[in-house]
Antibody, heavy 118, light 107 residues
Framework: EVQLVESGGGLVQPGSSLKLSCVAS????????MNWIRQAPKKGLEWIAL????????YYADSVKGRFTISRDNSKNTLYLEMNSLRSEDTAMYYC???????????WGQGVMVTVSS | DIQMTQSPASLSASLGETVTIECRAS??????LAWYQQKPGKSPQLLIY???SLHTGVPSRFSGSGSGTQYSLKINSLQSEDVASYFC?????????FGAGTKLELK
């Protein structure tokens, strides 16, 4: 059974940093691209970052480019999202999601909440 | 970026009814479309991919259709467990983009 478990969220002040983690199990993590997708309260879904299976390529939404960094450790089956210079508009539930070959998201974690507020 | 326009924003239907949700892309996405179901307080779950292929374990009352810029999700014989929000997503072109969602409630 595929499982993705996020952690690391919380309440932080504007301008601060936070690092999210996502531990994967139930599939060969090192074979798949992984993503972070967020959902602001009562809002829709926003893809924010993608990392290839071997970390050779990384892509970001314009809204987070230059502030967020996606990374992975295939030896630990873990995906990361380092978030810097956080803003109130970054307040959202953050999901990690496994990427199917064609680009869709076939499995999602339960999500971790990030609240940016003074 | 490809814009995904989803309609309706909300929908109320009775048990056993058939409901249809539409998604329109701002350009041809060549069937690179997925549908997700998100139940209250839960993460999204994949229902349909490649516009009309059912994901593993998804009940057959769900179906997808369409081509070009116009796509739809149909739920036959609505069940109480289908109360959820539904989102479309295009993955034909980077960056992946989602529709705003449709909230389905029971009448």
């Amino acid at each position: 059974e595929v499982q993705l478990v996020e952690s690391g969220g919380g309440l932080v002040q504007p301008g601060s940093s936070l690092k999210l983690s996502c531990v994967a199990s139930g599939f060969t993590f090192s074979n798949y691209g992984m993503n972070w997708i967020r959902q602001a309260p009562k809002k829709g879904l926003e893809w924010i970052a993608l990392i290839y299976y071997d970390s050779s390529n990384k892509y970001y939404a314009d809204s987070v480019k230059g502030r967020f960094t996606i990374s992975r450790d295939n030896s630990k089956n873990t995906l990361y999202l380092e978030m810097n210079s956080l803003r109130s508009e970054d307040t959202a539930m953050y999901y990690c999601a496994k990427r199917a070959g064609s680009g869709l998201f076939d499995y999602w974690g339960q999500g971790v909440m990030v609240t940016v507020s003074s | 970026d490809i814009q995904m326009t989803q309609s309706p924003a909300s929908l109320s239907a009775s048990l056993g009814e058939t409901v249809t949700i539409e998604c329109r892309a701002s350009e041809d996405i060549y069937n690179g479309l997925a549908w997700y179901q998100q139940k209250p307080g839960k993460s999204p779950q994949l229902l349909i991919y490649n516009a009309n292929s059912l994901h593993t374990g998804v009940p057959s009352r769900f179906s997808g259709s369409g081509s070009g810029t116009q796509y739809s999700l149909k739920i036959n014989s609505l069940q109480s467990e289908d109360v959820a929000s539904y989102f479309c997503q295009q993955y034909y072109n980077y960056p992946d983009t989602f529709g705003a969602g449709t909230k389905l409630e029971l009448k």
